[in-house]
């Protein structure tokens, strides 16, 4: 059965550090992954998404993710982190597109000035 | 991108009572609807896919009789929690799918159902 795995549920860092928010996948095929924000109050926000071809792939708000089959792992970065950043963050994997797409348990981000 | 709204975004009811959310795209066809449902802390658990005009699909474990869901036009589906007990409280979240080559899912604020 496919899964995702967000191994960090809260994450602190400081305006302009940089970001890694970690995402493990299991999935029998090639899996099409995304990275989702949400913000309190509001829908979550596709910010990238990796179906095929190049690895690393580049999102909305400067952020980028890569894929690595090998370590079925789909991290999402960011090299500089602004406050408004702080939301919460969701990886997914597709069966089949955006169809009954599986989520991970979400990564709370909070900025500190 | 595209717009999804539902409403209520937040609403309290009493045991026993039933509840309708609707979900609706504002400036596109959604041919596909998805209902989730997230429980504090925990992720999005779909519970059904909802195609216009025909009956949804449910997860497996998700009550169809608990939870009516229907999709009448290519803007609106409703979620209907019928006869809403405390463990149904939680934050629903619909999704829609709309035409083109992309099918990118544009989500909803969500709607959070408390129930007395």
């Known amino acids: 059965a496919q899964s995702v795995t967000q191994p960090d549920i809260h994450i602190t860092v400081s305006e302009g550090a940089s970001l890694e928010l970690r995402c493990n996948y299991s999935?029998?095929?090639?899996?099409?992954l995304f990275w989702y924000v949400q913000s309190p109050g509001q829908g979550l926000q596709l910010l990238l998404k990796y179906f095929s071809g190049d690895t690393l792939v580049q999102g909305i708000k400067g952020f980028e993710a890569e894929f690595k089959r090998s370590q079925s792992s789909f991290n999402l970065r960011k090299p500089s982190v602004h406050w408004s950043d702080a939301a919460e963050y969701f990886c997914a994997v597709g069966e089949s597109g955006y169809n009954k797409l599986i989520f991970g348990a979400g990564t709370r981000l909070a900025v500190h000035p | 991108g595209a717009v999804v709204s539902q409403h209520p975004s937040w609403v309290i009811c009493k045991s026993g009572t039933s509840v309708k959310i609707e979900c609706r795209s504002l400036?596109?066809?959604?041919?596909?609807m998805f209902w989730y449902r997230q429980f504090p802390k925990q992720s999005l658990m779909l519970m059904a896919t909802?195609?216009?005009?025909?009956?949804?699909?449910?997860e497996q474990g998700v009550e169809k009789d608990k939870f009516l869901i229907n999709h009448a036009s290519l803007t609106l589906s409703t979620l209907t929690v019928t006869s809403a007990h405390p463990e149904d409280s939680s934050f629903y979240i619909c999704?829609?799918?709309?035409?083109?080559?992309?099918?990118?899912?544009?989500f909803g604020e969500g709607s959070r159902l408390t129930v007395l």
């Open positions: 400036d596109f066809q959604a041919t596909t």
């Open positions: 999935y029998g095929a090639t899996p099409y």
């Open positions: 999704s829609a799918s709309g035409t083109g080559d992309t099918g990118e899912l544009f």
């Open positions: 909802s195609n216009e005009g025909s009956k949804a699909t449910y």
